[in-house]
């Protein structure tokens, strides 16, 4: 009967979050990491409205100002020791990183630390007291109500998480929980947990299925019930939420929510990583954010979602240990999607998956011969209407060879339907999720139903012209051999 009420009291009290998102973190581990202006400029091409940033950089936060995005800023552990011992230090951090900020950049979250009790097991004695201290300066500049506390946790510290509801904390650290689930009560603050279904799958030796680590249906025999509630369990993410609540209700705290503060998949792996592909991280990624955004909730509490942040923004290539650790990213350091999400039904958060969001450009530093040959291709034999691309015309300026090619790449892109292998122009091309429109040279215009094909003879080889101003295909006798070795390798590949 005590354990009937238990659950009962455990499954009842969360109330409703109207207002769960998804969020996206951003590491900086590239040896190119993109300046703070283009990530923002691809965080507004994805209508991605929160992020989680690993520290308090300046440049990030000025970059955010007036976007209206909502930020979770983070306590980093390296500087997790001098706030927790001093009240002072805490109240100088909130001073230089959030009050310096705020409002024009709309800081939520404050994250203090990062798996500390995990991680940094000797900090976890002033855990609680660097909370308190940044709460306390929250409080004295009148920024407590707006701006949040708390600490993202690793879910192993969750034991026997199956069935949820026998789920508990790690006992060891019941000196830190408790204090910290006293707190985030008090605050009105969530409970941050790192969910990582891959690493749960690949660790337990074949005993959790790919399918239910993925998010995949289940027919209703396949999926694992808590012979406790009988509530039945499709996916190990739902599994792992429950079991955090019913860990803090074991404790006597039932009215805090969680908040996944990192999950994901990674695309890619090494030999031992089998299943660390792009189409289980598509298939992941695009079925989490469906289930939060579609407020599905958990089997504990339907309708209820947890807002959570995807691991990650970038695939982070300075990062230690196996290729998998490199290839948690939705996007590669020049914007564009490492895959394209399958999404339905979740507005446009994430726009990678619609078919207006997408660019072919020319790469940055690319072969200058290399790019001329392609867009001699694209004007060419691919049939793109170059005209714009005329002196006088909308799309002559900048008039640059990579300017040019990227309007011609754009535009045989968007004529071939975005198919596979329409943005490569022998690897001097990529896809991207930024616009390379600017002033009255609107991309992708000429393309669709209406498109004029370009139907005129290819232009001579021999050409004395040095880039020739007034023309959009720049041959020059220095650039003839490579531009014909390029148009007849594009005949192989296209024709």
Same mark, same amino acid.
């Given at each position: ?78 500087? &997790? ?71 993202? &946790?690793?879910?192993?510290?969750? &034991? ?169 990213? &939705? ?165």
């Amino acid at each position: 009967m005590a354990l009937l009420l238990f659950l009962l009291l455990a499954i009842s009290i969360v109330s409703a979050d109207e207002d769960a998102f998804i969020g996206v973190n951003i590491g900086t581990d590239l040896s190119d990491m993109p300046h703070p202006t283009q990530v923002v400029a691809l965080l507004k091409a994805q209508q991605i409205r929160h992020v989680r940033l690993y520290n308090s950089d300046r440049g990030m936060l000025l970059a955010l100002a007036n976007t209206g995005i909502k930020v979770a800023i983070s306590v980093p552990n390296d500087q &997790l020791l001098g706030i927790g011992q001093s009240n002072s230090t805490a109240a100088n951090w909130v001073s230089q990183n959030v009050v310096a900020h705020y409002p024009a950049t709309n800081i939520t979250n404050i994250c203090v630390g990062s798996e500390v009790l995990t991680t940094l097991p000797n900090a976890a004695r002033i855990l609680v007291s660097a909370l308190k201290f940044i709460h306390s300066a929250l409080v004295a500049s009148n920024l407590d109500s707006q701006i949040k506390v708390s600490t993202p &946790l690793s879910s192993s510290l969750i &034991l026997d998480s199956f069935p949820p509801s026998q789920a508990f904390f790690n006992r060891s650290w019941n000196p830190v929980l408790v204090p910290m689930l006293s707190f985030l009560q008090s605050t009105g603050s969530s409970f941050m947990l790192n969910i990582y279904p891959y690493y749960d799958y690949m660790q337990s030796n074949g005993v959790i299925p790919l399918d239910y680590a993925l998010f995949r249906p289940l027919t209703p025999n396949k999926e694992a019930i808590d012979a406790n509630t009988l509530l039945h369990y499709s996916n190990v993410f739902d599994a792992m939420v429950d079991a955090a609540y019913f860990a803090m209700a074991y404790l006597n705290f039932t009215n805090i929510p969680v908040m996944v503060t990192e999950s994901g998949w990674p695309s890619k792996g090494n030999s031992g990583e089998p299943d660390a592909t792009s189409d289980n991280a598509n298939t992941y990624n695009s079925n989490l954010i469906q289930h939060v955004l579609n407020k599905t909730g958990t089997p504990k509490h339907p309708g209820i979602s947890v807002s959570t942040y995807i691991y990650e923004l970038y695939n982070e290539d300075l990062k230690p240990g196996p290729l998998s650790e490199k290839n948690w990213g &939705l996007f590669d350091a020049n914007g564009a999607p490492i895959y394209i999400l399958h999404l339905t039904g979740a507005g446009s958060v994430l726009a990678n998956d619609t078919t207006s969001q997408t660019y072919c450009a020319a790469k940055d530093g690319a072969d200058e011969k290399m790019l001329q040959a392609a867009l001699d291709w694209a004007c060419g034999p691919g049939k793109v209407n170059c005209s714009l691309l005329l002196q006088g015309q909308p799309c002559y300026e900048p008039d640059t060879v990579a300017a040019h090619a990227t309007y011609a790449f754009d535009a045989y892109y968007h004529l071939m339907g975005k198919g596979p292998g329409t943005c490569e122009f022998n690897g001097v091309a990529a896809i991207t999720t930024s616009n390379p429109s600017h002033g009255s040279c609107v991309f992708s215009r000429s393309v669709g139903k209406n498109v004029t094909f370009f139907n005129g003879t290819f232009p001579a080889l021999n050409s004395t012209s040095s880039h020739s101003r007034g023309r959009y295909l720049h041959s020059s006798a220095s650039t003839s051999g490579v531009i014909l070795i390029g148009v007849l390798s594009w005949y192989v590949v296209f024709l």
